[in-house]
């Protein structure tokens, strides 16, 4: 039975992945049509009578009747519909609010309704048999799946609406088909602790040694998934070995008994398990599953930084994006391996920013068929979730076109620019320097961080890194002058600023643990740790404050 189920999802898959692939051969009639139906559907709303929506006809005039807003205009309309308002911005019922996860400034509702679900649906669907695809070229079938992500809500508005990170609520909200992809049942999700979620999420995994996928909403957290299995490896093999669901996991106790009357004892598998433990010392993902298709999780941003240590843990298992998607949007579908991703038309209605036109108010925009290759642009999306020229302030880089849409990177979200005077530094460059210096010096680093010094103006870069256990650097001055120089070299702002107001950069080496000490601190302010992603930039002076400094590497003015 579950290969039927598969194999009815591959078929489906398959089929929208199709449709989507002729639509990209005319995206700005896909993009019209779509731009019409939902200035039709939402022009009674408050917010649609308020723009107008019923005299708009074309493209153009939607483009120059309708302003382009922050997230703070939507907001008194999002908390009327919180409180159980209808029609204020969407016609359809409101039915779950994506909470964004804050981490580059304060947490924002998205509304979620059917209809908006079934357009990320379409998308899903189209990277699904793109991914089926990429697996008959390898020669397998797509394979079940292990995911550790949480399937609980937050909470609930005051009209009674579940709300909670978009994982959960694209798990909460996805139907019978798809939860039969999971290697383990649906219950594990609903674990509330996160270990206790991993670990009994990895135990059932481990009884299938034809694993096909390892997703993850963040890279770092399939690092935190091979993490807790090499951790917990005797305590899962003596688990697997005798059936059993360890007593000291914190389960709710309804969830504890349906698992455990669908976990069963694997001894054969246990063994060998075991073999792989002794003989390699650690069991990780590449070793317990020698036949993974592929791992899903993001790329873009800040994703190639932790993709450097993931050949220890996966060995050269491919990397598929599935959909760039946020809280407010789905963006782009990926089809390859790659981090570019082809513009997901049936989404919303996409405009662009040159980088011209980024400090104007009412920016002039481009449509998909207008980009250029090579340029960087900020991204406005009109969706069914209640936005119109919404700009989320991502910023990607068009690399190419499919068929005659748009091929997208996402390279940086504008709140993570980091300036001592005027040269705004992105994460994308930091994370090429450190890319570059790792390689230099043969150098793992566990995470690290560029800030901004107090002591002065225009402050000092604080280049903060954490290395990896058991590692040293032996020559932290040089270290510092190459960040000095790379940065340079990569980022003509910040050369030019650094001949005369930037001051030199200083090195400031954290004690081991620094890092983990941050992601409970964002956990604690509430930040859900499926959402949880560390910047690397931050002009938050207090973003570190009170982490041990090992070493403290200065350059002269």
Known sequence: MPSLFLSLLTVISQQAKAKFVKKTRDPDAVQAQFLRSLLRRHQNTELGQRFGLAEITTVAQFRERVPILPYSSYEPYIERSAAGERNILTADPIIYFNLTSGSTGKQKLIPVTKRSRRSLDRANRAAIGFAVEAAQQRGTALGKMLLTSSAK??????????????????????????RQVF?????????????????????????????????ANFPVLALRLAEYLENHAEHLIWDLEKGAIADWLKLEPELRSQLEQQFSASPQRAQQLRQILQSEGKLTPALVWPNLNFLITARGGTSNFYFERFPAAFGDTPIFGGIYSSAEAT?????????????????????FIPADQWEADQPQTLLPSEVEIGQYYRILVTNYAGFYRYDIQDVVEVTGFYERTPIVVFRYRRGGVLSSTTEKTTEFHVIRVMQILQEKFNLTLEDFCITLSDDRIPAHYLVNIELSPGLSLK?????????????????????VKRRDQVPPPRLRILQPGSFATVRQRMIQRGIPETQLKLPHTSEDRNFLAGLAIATEVKLED
Do not use: M, W
């Open 183 to 215: 290697t383990h049942p649906f219950e594990t999700l609903q674990i509330s602790d996160s270990l206790s979620r991993h670990y009994v999420s990895l135990l059932f995994a481990l009884q299938n040694p034809q694993l096909g996928i390892i997703g």
């Open 331 to 351: 963006f782009g579908v990926y089809d390859n391996f790659q981090d570019g991703c082809i513009l997901a038309l049936e989404s919303g209605f996409f405009e």
């Open 153 to 178: 809500s937050l909470g609930t508005t005051p009209s009674g609406i579940p709300y909670g990170p978009v994982s959960s609520g694209q798990l909460r909200l996805s139907n019978f088909l798809y």
């Open 475 to 495: 020559e932290p001055k040089q270290f510092l002058e190459q960040f000095d120089r790379t940065l340079k070299e990569i980022h003509v702002s910040y050369e």
